[in-house]
């Protein structure tokens, strides 16, 4: 009868180095994604810190100037200014605090809307699941970027209601999923 062969105690097989490289390759390129989140969070929360000027005041005189790079840039603006003179980056920083709000206020009560309609429909079942159901089709049947504009056309432009529009869209998914 032949002798089997052992590994050497402690020493990792060409095998396991192998799958844990396999392993990693795998795990890698949700970490891009995520970093690019992560740098996009800090730079709206650390916008008061990072914007070099204030973005809504403008100077006429630095009106529409060109990005750093680019002939006739201003020194004091990397991404150069709008027609009133007000800085990009600022407007940039900022404007991502508000589309981060946005964000996270519209998929928390999504969730919420949805999670408490499905729960109802599944729970009371008969008509009411029936009628709810419907409901929901009926707004997965419409197209969600001409509801956004007509809703936006049709009421003042704020948070309260970019929040309702995402609500609006986005809850059957929720109401099915449950």
Request: with cysteine.
């Amino acid at each position: 009868m032949p002798s089997a062969t052992h590994a050497t105690p402690g020493a990792p097989l060409a095998a396991d180095d192998a799958a844990v490289a396999r392993r990693h390759d795998r795990r890698w390129p949700p970490a891009v994604p995520l970093a690019i989140v992560v740098l996009l969070v800090l730079c709206a929360v650390l916008a008061p810190l990072l914007a070099p000027h204030s973005p809504v005041e403008g100077s006429l005189g630095e009106r529409l100037a060109p990005p750093i790079g680019l002939e006739g840039a201003k020194p004091g603006h990397l991404l150069g200014t709008d027609r009133h003179g007000r800085d990009t980056l600022s407007r940039l920083l900022y404007g991502a605090r508000i589309s981060l709000a946005v964000s996270v206020v519209g998929i928390t009560l999504t969730g919420a809307a949805g999670s408490l309609i499905g729960l109802l429909a599944g729970f009371l079942g008969g008509w009411t699941e029936t009628l709810l159901m419907r409901l929901a089709d009926i707004s997965l049947s419409l197209p969600g970027i001409l509801i956004a504009v007509l809703l936006s056309v049709a009421f003042e432009p704020s948070f309260t209601n970019v929040i309702i529009v995402v609500v609006f869209l986005l809850w059957p998914s929720y109401a099915r999923l449950v």
